[in-house]
């Protein structure tokens, strides 16, 4: 019973937010991995192009609601995300076309690419800020709770009540189910298969007749849906709040890096290595183990290696670990 008490209690605080948490950093780790294996540069405009794709489906979504439409037990925010992703799509493809188009045709090199991204994401933020302000937003409606604690303990008898939000099942569902969708498209369409090719041989797709300007368009499609689903789905799990979404730059970064620029796959891995890192490392373990430790072993303090503030510490301390000794990540992607 003390272990079922302490599998519950880890479940509630390490594996259920772990996973939901890496979901959405494998999301937005695919844009990036994605961005940096074909059009070759890091975009430091990703967390505030998930802010604004993220801030078109609130607005989105207060529309509905107030048209009186809504999914009943499921989020409103899941009918606006074709919506959000349509408006960040024309986004990010006009500043392609204004902006990165320019330095493409120059064949400038990868840093002005980031010094420009960087120019672009303050553009993002002051347009994302103008809009909506820069206060927290609720805007989950629906059911909140799968499975509530005092149901689970009254059906179970144990001490520890197991709690499933509905935004975490979400989370996982999706993430699942774009996941797929982006890999059957990578490997089944000619679409993919040409983003593929130009990714591992610019030159030589060039000359195998592959178009590079509708690979771009199409990557900066795929791009937006990405970090659009991955964005509502972070806002629906916890709140929004525009430099929420700065900040989870670094997660988003290290995830793709440690995963392997460039390999899709590598992304997903890096998304759940870093969540659980940064979940377990802020994690006060006191109560799991004093369920499993004898009474005289049990720990007097929390247990917990970094606060709760420093989570995105974990972050730039995976980053800089696998940098110095594995640049090309876990799946062997392209080095920084």
Do not use: C
């Not at 950093?25 to 975009?43: D, H, K, M, P, Q």
């Not at 004093?290 to 072993?297: F, K």
């Amino acid at each position: 019973m003390e272990f079922l008490n302490a599998l519950v209690t880890l479940a509630n605080f390490v594996l259920i937010p772990g996973i939901t948490y890496g979901s959405q950093l494998a999301l937005g780790a695919l844009g990036v991995t994605l961005i940096y294996g074909i059009l070759r540069f890091s975009n430091f405009a990703h967390g505030d192009t998930m802010a604004f794709g993220t801030m078109s489906v609130i607005l989105f979504t207060w529309l509905f609601q107030s048209w009186g439409i809504s999914l009943g037990p499921l989020p409103t925010a899941l009918l606006a995300i074709p919506f959000g992703i349509a408006v960040t799509a024309l986004l990010v493809l006009g500043t392609d076309r204004v902006v990165y188009r320019f330095y493409r045709a120059q064949k400038a090199k990868p840093i002005i690419f980031v010094m420009v991204s960087i120019g672009v994401m303050f553009i993002y933020n002051g347009v994302t800020r103008f809009i909506l302000g820069a206060d927290e937003q609720r805007f989950a409606d629906g059911e909140r709770f799968i499975i509530r604690a005092r149901e689970f303990k009254e059906m179970t008898g144990l001490d520890e009540g197991l709690t499933l939000k509905t935004t975490q099942g979400l989370t996982v569902i999706t993430a699942v189910i774009v996941v797929a969708l982006l890999f059957w498209f990578l490997n089944n369409t000619r679409t993919g298969k040409s983003m593929r090719a130009y990714s591992d041989n610019e030159d030589l797709a060039l000359l195998s007749g592959i178009n590079p300007e509708h690979v771009v368009r199409v990557t900066w499609l795929i791009v937006s849906a990405l970090i659009v689903v991955a964005g509502t789905l972070y806002g629906l799990d916890k709140t929004y709040k525009p430099f929420t979404y700065f900040q989870l730059l670094l997660p988003i970064f290290a995830a793709a890096i440690v995963g392997g620029l460039g390999s899709p796959l590598g992304a997903i891995a890096g998304g759940f290595v870093v969540a659980f890192s940064e979940v377990g490392i802020t994690y006060a373990w006191k109560k799991v183990l004093g369920y499993v430790m004898p009474e005289s072993l049990e720990p007097g303090g929390l247990v917990q290696l970094l606060a709760t503030d420093y989570k995105f510490a974990v972050s730039f301390m995976i980053l800089v670990i696998v940098l110095l000794f594995k640049p090309t990540g876990l799946f062997k992607g392209k080095s920084v």
